[in-house]
């Protein structure tokens, strides 16, 4: 087999994946489009006007990965990227991994703290970033005493990325890899608020894309891609940029925050044929179509649209049921992870339920395990555990998780489940206290720490509460000091003091003040005990 290429067999079922021995991702999924008459097909637009050519990306990370090199980085060096979506992030991300440098993509909406802990823990090389960003970054570097040796922005200032890559070679020869080696790193959140980094190797990619993207949803040459989630998430990073890539097809890039408007607009002028949204966002948008139904505003044109994609959180069958109203299009749900990198069990254009998380992708495997680890009875609640070739190999400077997330080749999801009597899987929960709010993680702990720093709080106790749509989000139970009156100033300030110190969608949405907080024998909260729903 020639070096750098992936041989599919679809005759079997699922997909059969061959690597060659000597195997850099970065060739088959950037350079192989040239050798398959792509190099002139739009790959990116860019909701501020640029396109980009599967010809020009390939240039473009040739140069990357030159420049990389020529700032000193050398193999196997961690490069942070905290890069709004964008060509950039492309040239970055495929640069690096051509030339044997590890990317690791940043969630875009954390603060100073989280960079400085990340920046730490990876002991990267260097760090890349948006000026959008750098409000946090900077203040993130300075709290640091050791400080990488290369920090750059992206673009806007001369030194930037962009202007080293203009002066780079165009031409690059792929680092030598294998299927098996490191390739880049997505950091997950933790119960404890410290994130933990999830490595990927090269064939990570390729299995997701596979398996998922073109064998499960079905994507296709001629798809325009579409992903509210931002590429940092892995979700994002499948959506937006590896199944676009994998298939020859081509992607939207959007790096200004989500919203029903904003959301909508892009719909009508890129025309996309996959949109790829999270429960909450489908909530937001549901609202603004029904409310806009009795107003003035026209309903958005959604014809070009053929399947719409939801995941980070479980989606409730009214959202479905709802969408299909509206839009004409159905949501595909599907579990996914960090650790596994994309969806491994799914609903699919043809085998729906809505209220479910679908049936296992083809390529992946799972089961359901009671607290003796034994399989429980199908419709009984479990542990879910899952294999696969796309999960994570270990979380990086951090055996103690590994060890409890991956074991003998099975992937703890850290979710309960159950599996219907039809054989669908039915999403129950966590089972430890994390949040997801908006798809995005949120730690109880983060935001209790948060509270306790103000001086009315005695202690205080964070659980998920569900809105009116069936959406957890954080509500606060708040033990205040003796003599503290709980008054809506007292409520205001500790949300002034949320606002201003956690990622901006921790912040909790309902106070509680009682007296005191359930707790065990031992002191431990009980937080089951608050949770109302
Ligand atoms: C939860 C879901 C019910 C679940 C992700 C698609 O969300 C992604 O990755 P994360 O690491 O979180 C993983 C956890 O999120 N979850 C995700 N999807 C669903 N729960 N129904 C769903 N459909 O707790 C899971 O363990 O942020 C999603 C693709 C790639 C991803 N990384």
């Not at 440098?101 to 400085?116: C, F, S, W």
């Not at 429960?279 to 053929?306: C, H, I, K, M, W």
Request: proline fraction near 5%; hydrophobic fraction near 35%.
């Amino acid at each position: 087999m020639q070096k750098n290429t992936v041989s599919i067999d679809t005759s079997q079922s699922p997909a059969k994946i061959d690597f060659s021995p000597e195997f850099n991702v970065a060739v088959p999924f950037i350079d192989r489009h040239l050798h398959e008459g792509r190099k002139d097909k739009v790959i990116i637009r860019e909701t501020g006007g640029e396109e980009v050519t599967y010809g020009q990306l390939s240039e473009r990370v040739n140069q990357s990965g030159n420049a990389l090199k020529k700032l000193g980085l050398n193999s196997g060096d961690r490069l942070l990227m905290m890069v709004k979506d964008s060509a950039e992030f492309f040239y970055l991300f495929w640069g690096a991994i051509k030339a044997g440098i590890v990317p690791v993509p940043l969630n875009t909406l954390l603060r100073a703290k989280d960079y400085a802990f990340m920046i730490e823990d990876s002991g990267c090389a260097a760090v890349v970033y948006s000026t959008e960003f750098r409000n946090e970054v900077e203040p993130a570097l300075e709290m640091l005493s050791v400080k990488p040796e290369i920090v750059l922005l992206t673009e806007g200032e001369s030194g930037c990325f962009l202007e080293k890559m203009n002066s780079a070679d165009s031409e690059l020869e792929a680092a030598p890899a294998s299927a098996t080696d490191d390739c880049f790193w997505l950091y997950s959140s933790g119960t404890t608020g410290r994130p933990k980094g999830a490595v990927h190797s090269h064939r990570d990619m390729v299995i997701s894309s596979q398996y998922y993207g073109k064998d499960t949803l079905g994507v296709r040459e001629d798809d325009i891609c579409f992903s509210a989630a931002k590429l940092f998430f892995a979700y994002g990073l499948g959506n937006g940029m590896t199944f676009p890539l994998w298939s020859g097809a081509s992607c939207i890039l959007f790096p200004a925050r989500p919203t029903p408007d904003t959301t909508f607009e892009v719909i009508e002028r890129f025309k996309p044929t996959i949109y790829f949204g999270v429960p909450t966002l489908y909530a937001a948008q549901l609202q603004s179509l029904e409310n806009s139904g009795s107003g003035n505003s026209a309903t958005p044109d959604f014809s070009s649209l053929r399947v719409s994609v939801s995941a980070g959180e479980a989606l409730p069958a009214d959202i479905f049921r709802r969408w299909k109203e509206k839009t004409g299009t159905v949501i595909l749900d599907g579990i996914g992870s960090t650790e596994a990198l994309h969806i491994f069990i799914s609903n699919r254009a043809d085998d729906i339920k809505a209220g479910s998380s679908g049936r296992m992708v083809l390529g992946y495997s799972a089961k359901i395990i009671a607290e003796n680890g034994k399989q429980v009875p199908q419709g009984e609640e479990g542990s879910l555990l899952i294999q696969g070739d796309s999960t994570c190999k270990y979380y990086w400077n951090n055996p103690t998780k590994t060890a409890e997330t991956i074991a003998d080749g099975w992937l703890n999801t850290g979710d309960t489940y159950h599996q219907d009597e039809e054989g669908y899987f039915v999403y129950g929960g966590r089972s430890d206290d994390m949040m997801k709010v908006g798809g995005i993680w949120c730690s109880p702990f983060e935001i209790e720490a948060k509270l306790v720093e103000h001086s009315k709080v005695l202690e205080a106790a964070v659980v998920g509460r569900k809105d009116e749509s069936g959406l957890v989000k954080p509500e606060a139970h708040v033990v205040l000091v003796d003599g503290t009156e709980a008054s809506e100033d007292t409520t205001g300030e500790l949300l002034q003091l949320c606002k201003s110190g956690l990622a901006p969608y921790k912040y909790p949405r309902w106070f509680q003040f009682p007296e005191e907080l359930p707790k065990t024998a031992t002191g431990k909260i009980q937080r089951f005990k608050l949770r109302s729903s």
